[in-house]
């Protein structure tokens, strides 16, 4: 009864369904039936477009001339023609649009294939070069063109330095030495801002530090951004700058920054000037790195050296102290300096310079530095305080009362307190100048003359109402007196006028002259006849009406003969002659009735028309009415009368 039951409901439901059911199912049979008949009518449409299409193509062609024929490039629009629209909708059966999608993945398939091959060949060409190998020479790449704008150097961020792999710190001075296997690292990080916008041939270049000459490494390599692609080319130019061009790599991207790491190294020639020398990146980066050398040569702890104004008339002594040129570390370094005896410092001339210290010993004076000094007591001070650096102190000491011939100073260098080091030097040779010198000397151009030279104040002392007294012996006869300004040497400066006689006046003076006076020598005054004749000239200067100083001269004159005679042989052919020359009073000595008598040797006859008689000294010939003659049995005589002058 319930299995009969149940049967019943069982079919009432399935007559149910299927009157539900049939007419869905009649429908979708005939939308798969107009579906057909749809998709065989736009295939046709299809196909008739594209013969439409290949036609107007065939057409185009056609008015397409011989010479226009190789531009079909240039053409930027090709007319359509307009399909009338219409209101059908195009349906796509699934299997096509499968279809379709598959071919694209397949052609995108095959040019990743393509594009992964060709990147793998530019890995295998590139590998070589990181390697470091010599299949392709890093000296072989050339920079990229820098044909588009200049970026600037802002892009340079950042700057890191290493030497032989060590990292040097920013701020810091590091101690090197300069050889042939120092190698110096420096990195520079690069970056875009992301608004920058990038074209292949952008560029930027940064000015590297004077210190730095060429490289050891290639002057020109591959740009390399943080994933290692590479976006264009750097290079290290002539006038020393890092330049980097950019080629299109990067031109459509963000977070675009990179490193270029370069070997330099130092300029030798800056460290010959001084040790101390900066890697200074300007203010894109705003670094610095200090570095320096241990100098050579010869070096102190303390060096003392002076000079004199000038050897005659010592006004000053200006000395010079160098401190330190060893660059050694002082805790509380300073230097005394006792000024001794007939010195007095001259405490505005105090002054401290910095000292650059070259790498062979160069000294080279820097920049005037302000350091505690004391003068108390004749004792100058100067405190260093804790320095490495080398320096200069120059002051003057002014020479007080008489002068000395040599002036020694000592100075000496404390560290902490503790005497390091003492250098003394010691002035010498000085001498103070005459207040009156004289000299004199035979003229060589006229022997009857005396040239006498007063120095008047050589010591340039200043000096009232100064005259000049000479008193000339009565043997001399002024022929003339001239004067000039001098320098303490007695050198001529300034020519000053003449004068007839003594004394000369000079007024107040705080310089030196020169006076020179011409003098012949009066023969006639001499009653003796004396081989040799002497003069004794003096010169006395006085200041304000008072003798101040005198000096006196000695010149000695050998005087000539009375009487000489000599002959010589003037025989020709068949007539034999002698001649005979007599010079009479070569001394110009005073003579009175002077008689010269000449005795002729035997197997000698005299030919008297051959006799002349001349003055020499007034280089005349006598008239023989101007002396007498007379023969003598063996000989002649001629008399001259009182003579002064010179005969023959």
């Given at each position: 009864m319930n299995k009969n039951k149940i049967a019943s409901v069982f079919l009432t439901l399935v007559i149910l369904l299927s009157t539900i059911l049939s007419p869905q199912l009649i429908g979708a049979a005939n939308a798969a039936e107009n579906d057909q008949d749809l998709v065989e009518t736009i295939e046709k449409q299809t196909v008739e477009e594209q013969n439409d299409e290949l036609s107007?193509?065939?057409?185009?062609m056609d008015n397409i001339g011989d010479n226009d024929a190789n531009n079909v490039g240039n053409i930027t629009q090709v007319p359509e023609e307009t399909e009338p629209e219409t209101d059908e909708t195009k349906v796509f059966h699934l299997e096509d649009l499968v279809t379709n999608e598959t071919q694209v993945i397949n052609e995108s398939e095959e040019d990743e294939d393509s594009f992964v091959e060709n990147d793998s060949q530019l890995q295998s060409n590139s590998a070589p070069l990181e390697a470091g190998l010599e299949t392709e020479s890093e000296d072989d790449i050339q920079p990229l063109v820098d044909d588009g704008n200049d970026l600037g150097s802002g892009i340079f961020k950042d700057v890191r330095v290493e030497i032989n792999g060590e990292p040097i710190n920013e701020g810091t001075v590091t101690e090197v030495e300069i050889t042939d296997g120092?190698?110096?690292?420096?990195?520079?990080?690069?970056?875009?801002?992301?608004?920058?916008?990038?074209?292949?041939?952008?560029?930027?270049?940064?000015?590297?530090?004077g210190s730095l000459s060429g490289v050891s490494s290639s002057t020109s390599g591959p740009l390399l951004d943080g994933d290692g692609e590479n976006v264009g080319t750097y290079e290290i130019t002539s006038d020393g700058k890092l330049k980097v061009v950019f080629n299109d790599e990067l031109t459509e991207k963000t977070e675009r920054d990179g490193k270029v790491g370069l070997l330099l190294k130092f300029d030798v020639s800056k460290f010959e000037d001084d040790v101390n020398q900066k890697l200074e990146f300007g203010e894109e980066i705003n670094k610095e790195f200090g570095f320096k050398v241990k100098p050579t040569g010869e070096l102190y702890d303390i060096k003392k050296t002076g000079k004199v104004d000038a050897e005659i008339n010592s006004k000053y002594i200006d000395w010079t102290l160098d401190v330190n040129t060893k660059l050694e570390a002082l805790v509380d370094g300073s230097i005394e300096d006792i000024i001794p005896a007939g010195l007095v410092l001259d405490s505005s001339s105090v002054e401290v310079y910095e000292l650059a210290v070259g790498s062979e010993g160069k000294l080279t004076p820097g920049i005037l530095v302000s350091k505690p000094v004391s003068t108390d007591g004749g004792i100058l001070k100067v405190d260093l305080g804790a320095t490495d650096k080398a320096y200069r102190i120059k002051f003057r000491t002014n020479i007080e009362g008489e002068l000395n011939g040599a002036y020694t100073n000592t100075a000496t260098l404390k560290d902490n307190g503790t005497e390091k080091a003492t250098s003394s030097a010691t002035i010498e040779g000085l001498s103070k100048g005459s207040l009156i010198e004289k000299e004199g000397w035979r003229n060589d151009q006229d022997k009857d003359q005396i040239i006498w030279?007063?120095?008047v104040?050589?010591?340039?002392?200043?000096?009232?109402?100064?005259?000049?007294?000479?008193?000339?012996?009565?043997?001399l006869t002024v022929e003339s007196i001239e004067y000039w300004k001098s320098d303490a040497w007695g050198n001529y400066v300034e020519w000053q006028g003449k004068a007839t006689k003594f004394p000369i006046e000079l007024g107040d003076i705080s310089g030196a002259y020169v006076i020179v006076v011409t003098t012949n020598i009066d023969y006639a005054k001499f009653t003796e006849y004396t081989k040799e004749l002497e003069f004794v000239n003096e010169a006395i200067l006085e200041v304000d009406g008072s003798e101040k100083d005198r000096d006196d001269a000695k010149v000695t004159v050998e005087r000539g003969t009375l009487l000489e005679k000599s002959g010589k042989e003037t025989t020709s052919y068949g007539d034999s002659k002698i001649s005979w020359t007599l010079n009479v009073n070569k001394a110009k000595h005073h003579i009175d009735n002077a008689v010269v008598t000449d005795t002729i040797g035997a197997g000698l006859e005299l030919i008297e028309d051959s006799i002349v008689v001349k003055n020499v000294t007034k280089n005349t010939t006598l008239a023989a009415t101007d002396y007498t003659f007379a023969k003598t049995g063996n000989g002649f005589t001629i008399a001259l009368g009182n003579i002064t002058d010179e005969f023959v």
């Open positions: 107007e193509a065939d057409v185009l120092l190698q110096l690292q420096v990195t520079f990080e690069w970056a875009l801002d992301d608004d920058v916008d990038l074209q292949a041939g952008n560029w930027a270049e940064l000015q590297l530090p030279r007063i120095y104040n050589k010591a340039e002392e200043t000096l009232n109402n100064v005259k000049v007294l000479d008193s000339l012996p009565e043997e």
